[in-house]
Nanobody
Framework: QVQLVESGGGLVQPGGSLRLSCAAS????????MGWYRQAPGSQRDLVAT???????AYGESVKGRFTISRDNAKNTVYLQMNSLKPEDTAVYYC??????????WGQGTQVTVSS
């Protein structure tokens, strides 16, 4: 089992920045990739960014050039630096961990609201 604890959400003005963190515990040796997904009211859960244990990253189209995902393997923690935030980035952001055998674990979610 893998447990994920997220932090760093909140309210920010358009153009501002936030950094999300997600700390993993439990059977962390089994994790291949970690990442972030988001879900706005009435919408499906969409990919924001993922990072493999080897450092390979992938981003959703709408966040490329604005968001950066990074990972500290020693701390079993993944970070999402979000810059130039837009109102359409408002959503609940969920941390994800995928294991070698392709089992997905999810955090409880953290709200990000971009509004003036």
């Amino acid at each position: 089992q893998v447990q994920l604890v997220e932090s760093g959400g909140g309210l920010v003005q358009p153009g501002g920045s936030l950094r999300l963190s997600c700390a993993a515990s439990g059977t962390v040796f089994a994790i291949d990739a970690m990442g972030w997904y988001r879900q706005a009211p009435g919408s499906q859960r969409d990919l924001v960014a993922t990072i493999h244990r080897n450092g390979t990253t992938a981003y959703g189209e709408s966040v490329k050039g604005r968001f950066t995902i990074s990972r500290d393997n020693a701390k079993n923690t993944v970070y999402l630096q979000m810059n130039s935030l837009k109102p359409e980035d408002t959503a609940v952001y969920y941390c994800n961990a995928r294991t070698h055998d392709r089992v997905d674990y999810w955090g409880q979610g953290t709200q990000v609201t971009v509004s003036s």
